[in-house]
């Protein structure tokens, strides 16, 4: 095996230098790759003392500093708008690095459906009509059993039992209404035969048809036994018995599964996740100086790793009259510091402009203005 050029001063820029070669055809990571690698030399002692890194490693050492910036300035871009971005369609957004995102009222929207549903106003869960045959005299009715002869597997829950009395109108019959001249006929040809809606040649006020109706309705509840339920493990007890055959109790239910299985989109052309999130590596020539300058030092830290390795293969070299000690341990120890505190500053950096703090920060701006204003005097106006 051929022994790999040492880095000399010199460095040449060729495509494919970089492990990945994400940023190998950007005119700005070119150039600076070339410069980077003469600071990061520079740093390490060069050229007071050889430094044993060839050039491509000083591209690869920059090209996973850019990668390590997007991934940190990529998961707090995504950590502020997951919840916009979960669900949206992933081909229609195959790269959201330049894409403004706003803020969306959706998943609240979506979240507060399921309470929509629960009340049979909305929701993702279908309502399902039950119909229980009255047999006459029979109070209780099992639901379980009515279930199992409808072939429904699993659960369901009962959302709304319809056992009313007739409405009050049906049983208001005007004695008056009858004039001699057929008006019952008239009413039965008109499909109120059963009924009495107060025709008559003189026109009674709608309050005293209402407050009629009303009256019934309190007839009915106190002197006759009031229509309800009661539902108690699967069973249904009906108030006041059934007195007829042929009715049908009518109930609204839903199966407790499909609360479940409504409650998974598999469509994998979604969003579903923070790991399929469409976003790439960033464009490097469109990060600013302030972003540049951090991963030229991580770049820094990450090629004080390398040679640090390199030189740990000999502890000790020879020289006349005796030997000397390379410098590993300080390498790694320094590369291990400076990593970590610039991740520690970039995450701040990152925090600090984040949406909430960036909304915190303009909430006490708006404070201090009106302290401030507060403190002007008031002019005087003279008439």
């Known amino acids: 095996m051929a022994n790999p050029k040492i880095y000399d001063g010199n460095p040449i820029w060729n495509s494919g230098s970089t492990t990945f070669g994400y940023y190998d055809n950007d005119t700005d990571f070119k150039i600076d790759a070339i410069r980077v690698t003469k600071f990061c030399a520079s740093r390490l002692g060069y050229p007071i003392v050889d430094v044993e890194l060839p050039s491509g490693s000083f591209f690869t050492a920059f090209e996973e500093a850019i990668n390590t910036y997007g991934n940190e300035l990529y998961s707090y871009i995504i950590r502020d708008n997951q919840l916009t971005l979960e669900g949206t369609d992933v081909f229609n957004h195959s790269n959201l690095n330049d894409t403004v995102i706003t803020p969306s009222f959706e998943p609240i929207i979506r979240l507060t459906e399921q309470y929509g549903e629960q009340a049979g106003v909305g929701g993702n869960v279908d309502y399902n009509i039950g119909l229980i045959a009255l047999t006459q005299s029979v109070q209780d009715y099992d639901l379980s059993k009515w279930a199992k002869d409808q072939g429904i597997s699993g659960s369901i829950e009962i959302k709304r039992v319809f056992h009313e009395a007739p409405s009050a109108i049906s049983r208001y019959y005007d004695p008056y209404v009858g004039t001699g001249?057929?008006?019952?006929?008239?009413?039965?040809?008109?499909?109120?035969?059963?009924?009495?809606?107060?025709?008559?040649?003189?026109?009674?006020?709608?309050?005293?048809?209402?407050?009629?109706?009303?009256a019934i309705e309190m007839s009915k509840q106190v002197r006759r036994s009031n229509y309800s339920f009661e539902l108690k493990n699967n069973k249904v007890k009906l108030f006041?018995?059934?007195?007829?055959?042929?009715?049908?109790?009518?109930?609204?239910?839903?199966?407790?599964?499909?609360?479940?299985?409504?409650?998974?989109?598999?469509?994998?052309?979604?969003?579903?996740?923070?790991?399929?999130?469409?976003?790439?590596?960033?464009?490097?020539?469109?990060?600013?100086?302030?972003?540049r300058h951090w991963i030229f030092e991580y770049t820094l830290a990450i090629s004080k790793e390398m040679l640090g390795l390199v030189r740990g293969k000999y502890k000790s070299i020879p020289i006349p009259d005796g030997e000397t000690s390379l410098n590993q341990q300080d390498l790694l120890s320094q590369h291990s510091s400076e990593k970590e505190a610039l991740i520690t500053r970039l995450r701040k950096y990152f925090d600090d402009t984040s949406r909430q703090s960036l909304l915190e920060?303009?909430?006490?701006?708006?404070?201090?203005?009106?302290?401030?204003?507060?403190?002007?005097?008031?002019?005087?106006?003279?008439?």
Not at 193 to 210: D, F, L
Request: aromatic content about 12%; proline content about 6%.
């Open 361 to 383: 920060r303009r909430s006490k701006e708006s404070e201090f203005k009106n302290s401030e204003l507060q403190n002007v005097p008031y002019t005087i106006y003279v008439g």
């Open 181 to 214: 001249f057929g008006s019952q006929g008239l009413m039965d040809s008109m499909g109120f035969g059963s009924m009495s809606p107060a025709i008559n040649y003189m026109m009674m006020p709608t309050s005293y048809v209402t407050q009629t109706l009303q």
């Open 240 to 291: 006041p018995i059934p007195l007829k055959k042929g009715e049908f109790l009518k109930f609204e239910y839903i199966k407790t599964q499909d609360r479940r299985n409504n409650s998974f989109n598999t469509n994998s052309d979604q969003v579903t996740n923070v790991s399929n999130t469409p976003y790439n590596n960033p464009v490097y020539s469109k990060i600013n100086s302030v972003g």
